[in-house]
């Protein structure tokens, strides 16, 4: 099978798509994010995404300018990896991973990191243990960022003090968010439409540089977190039901790991 590959970059990204959302072009969503993306591309971010009728992509960027609650300059950090339908147990995802070592290698860098949480939507683990990445740092409530390193090097690691930051945001519900997928948009507005029809005084942080991420993030996802009377909760948006009915009961969380609508399907 011969395997092609489309380089997205700024000047061709508005033809070509990012791949989520591509029959949706017309959203707020979709315009949000080609605009965080004309703005990365300048700080070295890469999106390839394969050719139809293949479905797939991977988005990485170099670590200062990674929007995850990481520390990992030096390292190429992998935002998003997403291999879907048809397409998937072809070894496309394996190629999309290698193409991104090789630029990291060829830009010099220490090595490739990503982030893992077997606990949710990102259980890339076992994955990425095939690929020869190693597990270096871990968060509560499940995850791990693992890197593959090119020689010796000083590991990356998570931003702390997430917990304590959240117990600053009092009582309501809190969204720090970025523009960085095109699904937060909805996931904002289900959550707050949702907040003000049970009366739960709620508000919006938009992240707006990956500094901020790191500075003010609450977990080490970061892009994306929901604060519920000063603790994080690890819920699916869609179950928005569920997350608000735990407003102002101490101790209880949803099951479900919080997670906007992507995942990676290899």
Same mark, same amino acid.
């Given at each position: 099978?011969?395997?092609?590959?489309?380089?997205?970059?700024?000047?061709?990204?508005?033809?070509?798509?990012?791949?989520?959302?591509?029959?949706?072009?017309?959203?707020?969503?979709?315009?949000?994010?080609?605009?965080?993306?004309?703005?990365?591309?300048?700080?070295?971010?890469?999106?390839?995404?394969?050719?139809?009728?293949?479905?797939? &992509?991977?988005?990485?960027?170099?670590?200062?300018?990674?929007?995850?609650?990481?520390?990992?300059?030096?390292?190429?950090?992998?935002?998003?990896?997403?291999?879907?339908?048809?397409?998937?147990?072809? @070894?496309? *995802?394996?190629?999309?991973?290698?193409?991104?070592?090789?630029?990291?290698?060829?830009?010099?860098?220490?090595?490739?990191?990503?982030?893992?949480?077997?606990?949710?939507?990102?259980?890339?683990?076992?994955?990425?243990?095939?690929? @020869?990445?190693?597990?270096?740092?871990? *968060? $509560?409530?499940? &995850?791990?960022?693992? =890197?593959?390193?090119?020689?010796?090097?000083?590991?990356?690691?998570?931003?702390?003090?997430?917990?304590?930051?959240?117990?600053? &945001?009092?009582? @309501?519900? =809190?969204?720090?968010?970025?523009?960085?997928?095109?699904? &937060?948009?909805?996931?904002?507005?289900?959550?707050?439409?949702?907040?003000?029809?049970?009366?739960?005084?709620?508000?919006?942080?938009?992240?707006?540089?990956?500094?901020?991420?790191?500075?003010?993030?609450?977990?080490?996802? @970061?892009?994306?977190?929901?604060?519920?009377?000063?603790? =994080?909760? $690890?819920?699916?948006?869609? *179950?928005?039901?569920?997350?608000?009915?735990?407003?102002?009961?101490?101790?209880?969380?949803?099951?479900?790991?919080?997670?906007?609508?992507?995942?990676?399907?290899?």
């Amino acid at each position: 099978m011969k395997l092609e590959i489309i380089d997205v970059r700024a000047r061709n990204v508005k033809q070509t798509g990012f791949f989520c959302y591509m029959s949706k072009r017309k959203t707020e969503g979709w315009r949000k994010k080609l605009l965080w993306l004309k703005k990365r591309f300048a700080e070295g971010l890469k999106i390839k995404m394969l050719r139809l009728p293949e479905r797939g &992509f991977i988005e990485y960027i170099p670590g200062e300018y990674a929007w995850r609650a990481i520390h990992a300059k030096g390292y190429m950090v992998i935002h998003c990896l997403w291999v879907v339908g048809r397409s998937k147990g072809k @070894g496309l *995802a394996s190629a999309l991973l290698e193409a991104c070592i090789e630029d990291a290698r060829r830009a010099g860098m220490k090595g490739v990191a990503m982030l893992a949480s077997e606990g949710s939507y990102m259980k890339w683990k076992r994955y990425l243990a095939e690929h @020869g990445f190693v597990t270096v740092d871990t *968060a $509560p409530p499940s &995850f791990e960022l693992m =890197v593959r390193t090119f020689g010796k090097a000083r590991s990356p690691s998570f931003a702390k003090d997430g917990e304590k930051k959240a117990r600053g &945001f009092g009582k @309501g519900l =809190v969204i720090l968010r970025s523009d960085q997928c095109p699904y &937060f948009e909805d996931a904002t507005q289900t959550l707050l439409s949702l907040a003000r029809k049970k009366g739960i005084p709620s508000r919006v942080i938009e992240l707006k540089t990956a500094k901020e991420v790191r500075d003010l993030a609450l977990s080490p996802y @970061g892009v994306f977190t929901v604060v519920l009377d000063g603790r =994080v909760i $690890p819920s699916h948006y869609e *179950a928005g039901e569920e997350l608000l009915k735990y407003a102002g009961r101490k101790g209880r969380q949803p099951a479900r790991p919080l997670s906007p609508i992507i995942e990676v399907c290899l």
